[in-house]
């Protein structure tokens, strides 16, 4: 089974997602985690919300520092945001690593926004995190 670890700074919202979704739809061929550089202490509740609304729970999830995996191996390592790039341990020696920066809903909605102009980022942002996991069948076959 191939492990992935999803990297992101905040491990709240994105690497979250990532996590969930692989666990969704990659059940049985990847067993994933997600982590931040700099983890905050939950995980958005509007990530929760909008994975809900695609049938991923990913309620019991918290966020976790990359400290905590750094004598894991892992097979993948995909970072989802600029700063999580740019700030990759070089640790993981011959693990592939590879990058998809998403638009972070959080962000992007602003503080104090209300929750039907939140939504549409957080939805958005979800649905490109899906399709970029979906591919991540392809990496897979080429670590075999």
């Not at 990759?88 to 503080?111: E, Q, S, V």
């Amino acid at each position: 089974m191939t492990r992935i670890l999803f990297l992101c700074t905040g491990n709240a919202c994105r690497s979250q997602m990532a996590e969930g979704w692989a666990g969704a739809l990659l059940a049985g061929k990847a067993e994933a985690f997600s982590a931040g550089t700099r983890p905050g202490r939950e995980v958005d509740a509007r990530a929760v919300k909008a994975m809900a609304e695609a049938g991923v729970d990913i309620s019991g999830q918290r966020p976790k520092s990359l400290e905590v995996f750094k004598n894991d191996n892992f097979d993948l390592v995909a970072t989802l945001c600029d700063k999580a790039r740019e700030t990759c341990p070089l640790y993981w020696g011959k693990t592939r690593k590879i990058h998809n920066g998403f638009d972070d809903p959080a962000t992007l909605a602003g503080k104090g926004a209300a929750e039907e102009d939140a939504m549409p980022h957080y939805r958005r942002v979800r649905d490109e995190i899906r399709d970029f996991v979906l591919k991540l069948s392809e990496t897979m076959e080429g670590l075999k």
